[in-house]
Each structure stands twice: as C-alpha cells, then as structure tokens.
C-alpha cells in the first residue's frame, strides 16, 4: 500500500464504489466532492488492498491535472485498511509445485487465462493446453511495474482450489524461474474523461465468469479440458473473484448447453 504523508487536515468520506480487478474507485467526502481512488494510495499491510462500497475511509487530496485525488486513503483516526477477504487470500491451500504456461490473452480490466504447458494432476487432472484463469491480484510484480499480463508472455505459477468446486486457478504467478514481473507502465483504460473513471462501470458476465467493465473477450477464450478421475467430463473452470474464491460454474454452462439445444 501507499506510505503515508505529512498534509493539513484529513478529509472523510465513504467509499462510493471501488473496481477492485482494475484498483480504482471513488470516495465521496462528507463535503460531496467526488474523489478518484487508486489502490495505490491505500495505506495497507496487504499487496493489494482493496476499498468496499459504504466503507468509512479519511484520506488526503491532491488534483493531478483535472482530476481530484485521494491520496494516503486510510480506516478512520488513520488505521491500515486490511480486509478479512485478504486475510483469507492467506490461509487458502496452494500446490505444492509450480507450473509453466503461456499467458493465452489478459484484459485490461484485469483477469486473463494461462495455457498450461503440460498435464497437471492436481487436484484433477488437467489436460496440457487448458486454460487457467488468472487476476490481477495474483501477479507477482517488482516495484513499479504494471500489473498486467501480455499475451504470449512465458509465466510460472501455483495452482489453487476453493473448498467447494471443481475449478482451480493461478496464484502466485511470476516469471520463468520464480523472478517477478516486470512490465512498463501502460495507460490505464478507462480512467480517462468519460471512461469507466468518470462512473460508467459495468459488470458483465463472460462464459461463466463475472467481470468487472471491459468488452467481452468470448472469441478469444478457449474451453478448458478438465478430466476428473472418477467420472471423466469437461467442467469450464470457475469464475475467482477479485479477493474471494472461484465459484463452481458448470451448472450455469449446463443450463446455456441445454438452452442452446432447446433453439
């Protein structure tokens, strides 16, 4: 998170919404200025914090050109905004070993998919060649690099799995060797006038998983091959939130299956 600074008085607010794939949002002060947030103003112990909606934060401002900025964003009398959903990012079981792929594409609202390079067993077996759903919040970046993935970019990985669900996706990811990533800083989409900064969110939801603003990236997906060992099937790979876990989606991919054969 950010480090804190030395200004006059703090200004309070409560967070109007925050995109938390993307890393910004808005605050609305007590006085009713609507101020721009970027997770990289947010005083935390997390690598990337997070702010909820309705959530009571103080903050300092700062205009960068036309746009008013929160800067130091913290919890009221100054506390670290840390959340139970990173704290339970923690405490989720990984696999025991990395893998290799290839970063099949990445959205600049801050998810993508990796193609695996070989067969993995675990916790099922997935076949080289599927592909494994990646967010923003996994990178594993050196200071000042941009978070993104870039499509055929050579990456390894662990592998993590809900509880509940048959789908796994990536943790950890860094870049051949366990080093991490580093990329140049590229223009934030959106945050422009009249982009998704200026308050024109959407949230779609993409053959199963629910994002967070961008266009729909279905032609560029491939259908991941899933084979579990008592029953072979294909089970799309679930939907992993931005800080929760990924969501089970085959019963929805089901109902379009059979819907599409009903036409």
Known sequence: GAAAED???RVVGTVEKFASKRGFGFIISDSGERVFAHWSNI?????WPQLTPGQKVEFDTAWEGSKLMAKSISGPGGQPLNTSAGAAREQRTLSDFTVQ????FFHHAGYGFIALDTDVEWPQVIQAGSTIYVSRE??????GSS???EKGMRVQFRLWQPESGSSVAAAEVTAIGGEPLTLEA???HGEGAGGAAAGQY???????WDVEGGEEPAAKMLKPNFKATASPVEIPIAHASAWGSPQAAS??????????QQQ
């Open 43 to 47: 005083l935390s112990n997390e690598q």
């Open 186 to 188: 590229a223009p934030r």
């Open 251 to 260: 019963s929805s991919w089901a109902q379009q299956q059979q819907q599409q």
């Open 138 to 143: 996994e990178l594993v970046t050196t200071p």
């Open 7 to 9: 200004a006059g008085p």
């Open 147 to 149: 978070c993104r993935l």
């Open 101 to 104: 792929g290839t970063v099949h």
């Open 202 to 208: 959407k949230r779609r939801r993409v053959s199963g």
